[in-house]
C-alpha cells in the first residue's frame, strides 16, 4: 500500500528502478511501478538514488529528462549520479541558492542537482531528526553494553545487534511516544513454540 511510503503521504508518484527482482517485487506489493532507469528517466521530476552504486543516473539518463528535473543522492558519496558527464553536456553550471546547482545543458534543458550529489540529508540540510537519531544513538549504546557484557564470550569478527535488543530500543521508543502494542498471551506463546498444533 503506497500510503505507508512517506513520499506518498504528501502527494508523491513514486517510481522504483532496481536490479534485484526481491525488491523489485516488494516494491510493486508495496503498491508502487517498477521500471528500469531508461523508462523512468522521461516520467520523474525529482530522483533520488539510494544504491550504494555509480553512476545509477548517467549520461542517456539525463538526455531524456524533464527541463528542471532535479537529481540528489542519499545513497553512497558522490558517485551514483554521473556528474561529470552531466558537466560535459552543460554549457553553464550555476549556483541558484544554497546546495543547489543548476546545470543548462546544450540543449536547451536543464538539471537541478542538490548537495554536489554527496549525500543530501546531510549536505543539504541539518542532518537527520532527533526523532531517527534518538534510536540511531540508543542502538549505539545498546551495543556497547552488550559487547562488555558479553566480554569474553564472543568470537573476534563482526558481530549483529542481538534481535532483543532491537526489540528493547523499539519498545522503549514506542513508550516514549505514549504508544503500546499488544503482547502475546501464555496460550499463544504455547500455540507458537509448538508443532503438534495447527493444520
Same mark, same amino acid.
Given at each position: 500500500?503506497?500510503?505507508?511510503?512517506?513520499?506518498?503521504?504528501?502527494?508523491?508518484? +513514486?517510481?522504483?528502478? @532496481?536490479?534485484?527482482? !526481491?525488491?523489485?517485487?516488494? =516494491?510493486?506489493?508495496?503498491?508502487?511501478? $517498477? %521500471?528500469? /532507469?531508461?523508462?523512468?528517466?522521461?516520467?520523474?521530476?525529482?530522483?533520488?538514488?539510494?544504491?550504494?552504486?555509480?553512476?545509477?543516473?548517467?549520461?542517456?539518463?539525463?538526455?531524456?529528462?524533464?527541463?528542471?528535473?532535479?537529481?540528489?543522492?542519499?545513497?553512497?558519496?558522490?558517485?551514483?549520479?554521473?556528474?561529470?558527464?552531466?558537466?560535459?553536456k552543460a554549457s553553464e553550471v550555476k549556483d541558484?541558492?544554497?546546495?543547489?546547482?543548476?546545470?543548462?545543458?546544450?540543449?536547451?534543458?536543464?538539471? +537541478?542537482?542538490?548537495? @554536489?550529489?554527496?549525500? !543530501?540529508?546531510?549536505?543539504? =540540510?541539518?542532518?537527520?531528526?532527533?526523532? $531517527? %537519531?534518538? /534510536?540511531?544513538?540508543?542502538?549505539?549504546?545498546?551495543?556497547?553494553?552488550?559487547?562488555?557484557?558479553?566480554?569474553?564470550?564472543?568470537?573476534?569478527?563482526?558481530?549483529?545487534?542481538?534481535?532483543?535488543?532491537?526489540?528493547?530500543?523499539?519498545?522503549?521508543?514506542?513508550?516514549?511516544?505514549?504508544?503500546?502494542?499488544?503482547?502475546?498471551?501464555?496460550?499463544?506463546?504455547?500455540?507458537?513454540?509448538?508443532?503438534?498444533?495447527?493444520?
Open positions: 500500500d503506497t500510503r505507508n511510503s512517506v513520499s506518498c503521504w504528501y502527494g508523491a508518484n +513514486v517510481i522504483v528502478t @532496481e536490479i534485484d527482482p !526481491v525488491k523489485g517485487i516488494e =516494491a510493486v506489493m508495496d503498491g508502487f511501478r $517498477v %521500471m528500469p /532507469m531508461a523508462q523512468a528517466a522521461p516520467q520523474g521530476d525529482l530522483f533520488i538514488t539510494v544504491t550504494g552504486n555509480k553512476h545509477v543516473i548517467r549520461s542517456e539518463h539525463f538526455d531524456v529528462m524533464k527541463d528542471g528535473a532535479m537529481v540528489c543522492n542519499s545513497g553512497h558519496f558522490d558517485i551514483e549520479i554521473d556528474l561529470k558527464s552531466l558537466a560535459g541558484v541558492r544554497p546546495f543547489t546547482q543548476e546545470y543548462k545543458l546544450k540543449s536547451g534543458k536543464s538539471v +537541478v542537482v542538490l548537495g @554536489e550529489g554527496r549525500l !543530501v540529508n546531510l549536505a543539504a =540540510a541539518e542532518g537527520h531528526p532527533s526523532a $531517527v %537519531m534518538d /534510536m540511531s544513538f540508543a542502538n549505539q549504546a545498546m551495543g556497547a553494553e552488550y559487547l562488555v557484557k558479553n566480554k569474553g564470550k564472543l568470537a573476534a569478527g563482526i558481530h549483529s545487534i542481538p534481535a532483543d535488543v532491537d526489540k528493547e530500543i523499539a519498545r522503549l521508543k514506542l513508550q516514549a511516544m505514549g504508544i503500546t502494542v499488544d503482547t502475546l498471551t501464555q496460550d499463544q506463546i504455547d500455540y507458537s513454540n509448538s508443532w503438534t498444533s495447527g493444520t
